[in-house]
Nanobody, 122 residues
Framework: QVQVVESGGGLVQAGGSLRVSCAAS????????MGWYRQFPGKERELVAR???????DYADSVKGRFTISRDNARNTGYLQMDSLKPEDTAVYYC????????????????WGQGTQVTVSS
């Protein structure tokens, strides 16, 4: 079992910055990918950014140039640096990690955190 815990959300003024963290723990053989989704009230979760084991990353168009995702493989931890925040970035941010089911398995499973609120005031 894998546990995922986000931290670092909060309230910030428009134009400001926040960094949210995502720590994975438990029986982890390898983290294939980790990333962040966000959810607006009444909406489906949408991908914000994800980073793969080799270090490549992709971003939603709405955050390109403002958000940066990174990971520390030794600590099974990921980070989302959010700069130039806008009120429309206000949402609950969820971290996920994609891991193999067992050592050497090609089957994968996603584990999710409980979410952290990010609020950007105008």
């Amino acid at each position: 079992q894998v546990q995922v815990v986000e931290s670092g959300g909060g309230l910030v003024q428009a134009g400001g910055s926040l960094r949210v963290s995502c720590a994975a723990s438990g029986t982890i053989f390898r983290i294939n990918a980790m990333g962040w989704y966000r959810q607006f009230p009444g909406k489906e979760r949408e991908l914000v950014a994800r980073i793969f084991s080799g270090g490549s990353a992709d971003y939603a168009d709405s955050v390109k140039g403002r958000f940066t995702i990174s990971r520390d493989n030794a600590r099974n931890t990921g980070y989302l640096q959010m700069d130039s925040l806008k009120p429309e970035d206000t949402a609950v941010y969820y971290c996920y990690v994609n891991v193999p089911v067992t050592w050497g398995s090609r089957r994968e499973v996603d584990y999710w955190g409980q979410g952290t609120q990010v609020t950007v005031s105008s």
